[in-house]
Every structure is written in structure tokens, then in C-alpha cells.
């Protein structure tokens, strides 16, 4: 049997919150190999489980069909300096044989079945598999000619704002933005771009024969919400420069990532720190502000006391006029 190499993207994008999830659907047959990779930031190793027709509901391992992942079995794929993964799934060597009928493949960015999904991140790709049949059909002009129509490539370049973001079109892993993507068969792609603590925008472009389509993503960033509070109390507070209020203060929707705090108070030492805003949460800081030195009791240092020389003299004076007298 004639085997095929198809190809498969499952996008997998593993943030500090939130799941990033882009489902897809591919046919194939029983026996061929299908290539399924895609990317994952959160984990360096991505765990792949099967569901569908007659197999355990939490799932089975890709490369052995009687290993359950409720019990362990998963298949492991390493990501690689690129946040990339790719595996080579062999539909017909998994240990037994699967029916036709349509299959998910799950991506996990750790080892949990379809039960314990609700503390993971995950992706997943529909596999239709169908058993080898009648092959395909060619068109003929004329009787030992076959009819191949010309096509026109098209080209599509992405940017994104901030730049360096990750670019994914239809499931596959690009590079990162501001990139070029010559060679394309004019039709619709998916483009996905993201970027560690900015939103993924996902979005399509449709690439015509001979042309170029551009596409600018200009990703929102995450945000989390930040409490300063300071002792004592009412210091007058900014972030990154910009006056927020006397503490205790709470700022919302702060981008992700590192601030810069300033604390002031009157009779204190003024302090700059910086804090780390994480996506989706609540972040305190908790500032101590302290007196300058001098003004501490029992840190006095005492004034110098001016002698002027005319008391010197004068003390010398009267100690020579009382001095009595010896005898010769």
C-alpha cells in the first residue's frame, strides 16, 4: 500500500494565564503518516493523547493505542529552542488497529488526560481517518493527456506592533514578525501572532495569484491589576512617571510585566522599586518607608560649642589672680 505524508498543525500557546486553543480538521487514511507540530511556550516537553471511535474517553497514547492516559500514557514530543514541536504520527502502527471514523488529537502542555484538562494548557486537531479506497481522479484533454492547470503563487507578509511577535499561518510555525512568506497558493490562511504578555490575534488573510497581501497585527497587551501600600500610609505615589494617588492606591488594568514604583512622604527617605504585573492577576506591593538618619532620636550629633579667645585669656587672667603666692 501507496503510504502519504499529510500535514497537520495544532497550535499550542502556553501563557502565565488563560488557554490559547486553535482547532483544525484533517483526512487522511488509515496507514498514512500525518506530521503534527506546532509550538508551546509554557512547557519543554508537549504530551499528545488520542480520543475517538471505540477508544478510552480520557484518551490513549498516539504511538500505542492500549496505552490510557488516565493511566499515564502519553505520547512526549520536545520543544525545541524555537518553542517548536513536531511529530510523525503513523496511523498504522499504534499497537492495534484503529476504525474509521473521526479522531481529536490533544496537545498538553503536561500530562493530563481529557479529565484533568481544567489545569492545563491545550490544543487540539481533528483527524478524520477513512480506509484506502478508489484513488484520485485526473481531467484529460485528450487521450493520454492530462489537464494541469498553471498556479500563480502569491506572497504575504506580516508585522506586528510591538514587533518580534511569533507568526503561525495555518498551523504552522514562520517566524517571527516582520517577516515575508513567499511561495503561497492564492486562497484564505489563518495568521495567528502572539507574544509573551500581549493577547494572540488570530486573523485571516486571503493571498491572490501574483500579489502580495500585507497584514499588521497590533496586539493588546495583558493586563493584571497592581495594590501599593506603604508604611505609614499616604505617601504620594507613580507608575512608570505617572502620579497615581496616596497610598494605599490600586491601579487596574496595568500592562503586564516590570513597573517602576515611586514612594514619597514628607520627613521620609523616598524609595523606587520595581514590581512584576502578572496577566490576570492581583499583584500587592508593600513599601517601608524609613526616616533619614539624622533624625532618628538617639542618632543626634551634637553641635560644636565656639571658644572665643578673649574667655581663654580672660579664664587665664583670673587664674593668675588667685593664685597664691610662694614664699622666697
Not at 496537545?107 to 490544543?123: I, K
Not at 478508489?134 to 503563487?153: E, L, M
Amino acid at each position: 500500500m501507496m503510504r502519504r505524508n499529510l500535514y497537520a498543525g495544532l497550535l499550542l500557546l502556553c501563557m502565565l494565564a488563560g488557554v490559547a486553543a486553535a482547532s483544525g480538521s484533517t483526512q487522511t487514511y488509515i496507514g498514512d503518516t500525518v506530521r503534527l507540530s506546532g509550538y508551546c511556550y509554557t512547557s519543554p516537553t508537549v504530551y499528545l493523547f488520542l480520543t475517538g471511535p471505540n477508544l478510552p474517553a480520557n484518551g490513549v497514547a498516539l504511538d500505542n493505542i492500549n496505552s490510557r492516559a488516565d493511566q499515564g500514557g502519553f505520547t512526549e514530543v520536545s520543544v525545541d529552542s524555537n518553542d517548536q514541536w513536531v511529530y510523525n504520527w503513523n496511523t498504522g502502527s499504534l499497537g492495534g488497529n484503529l476504525d474509521a471514523g473521526t479522531y481529536t488529537v490533544w496537545a498538553v502542555d503536561g500530562p493530563n488526560d481529557l479529565s484533568g484538562l481544567s489545569n492545563a494548557e491545550y490544543s487540539t486537531i481533528s483527524v478524520t481517518l477513512g480506509v484506502p479506497g478508489v484513488g484520485s481522479v485526473s481531467a484529460s484533454t485528450s487521450p493520454g493527456s492530462t489537464f494541469a492547470p498553471v498556479i500563480v503563487p502569491g506572497t504575504l507578509n506580516v508585522s506586528s506592533v510591538p514587533d518580534n511577535a511569533s507568526v503561525v499561518v495555518n498551523g504552522n510555525y514562520q517566524g517571527r514578525a516582520p517577516l515575508s512568506i513567499p511561495g503561497l497558493p492564492p486562497g484564505t490562511y489563518l495568521v495567528n501572532v502572539s507574544r509573551f504578555n500581549y493577547d494572540l490575534l488570530s486573523t485571516t488573510a486571503t493571498v491572490e495569484a501574483g500579489a502580495t497581501t500585507e497584514v499588521t497585527a497590533t496586539l493588546r497587551p495583558k493586563t493584571g491589576t497592581l495594590s501599593i501600600n506603604t508604611t505609614p500610609e499616604g505617601a504620594n505615589i507613580t507608575l512608570d512617571g505617572m502620579n497615581v494617588g496616596l497610598s494605599p492606591v490600586t491601579e487596574y488594568g496595568v500592562s503586564a510585566g516590570n513597573h517602576t514604583v515611586n514612594a514619597t512622604l514628607a520627613g521620609y527617605v523616598p524609595v523606587e522599586t520595581e514590581v512584576t504585573v502578572i496577566a490576570d492577576q492581583p499583584v500587592t506591593s508593600t513599601i517601608a518607608l524609613t526616616k533619614p538618619a539624622s533624625l532618628i532620636p538617639g542618632n543626634l550629633t551634637p553641635l560644636p560649642v565656639p571658644v572665643t579667645i578673649g574667655a581663654c585669656a580672660g579664664a587665664v587672667l583670673l587664674f593668675a589672680f588667685f593664685r597664691p603666692r610662694t614664699r622666697p
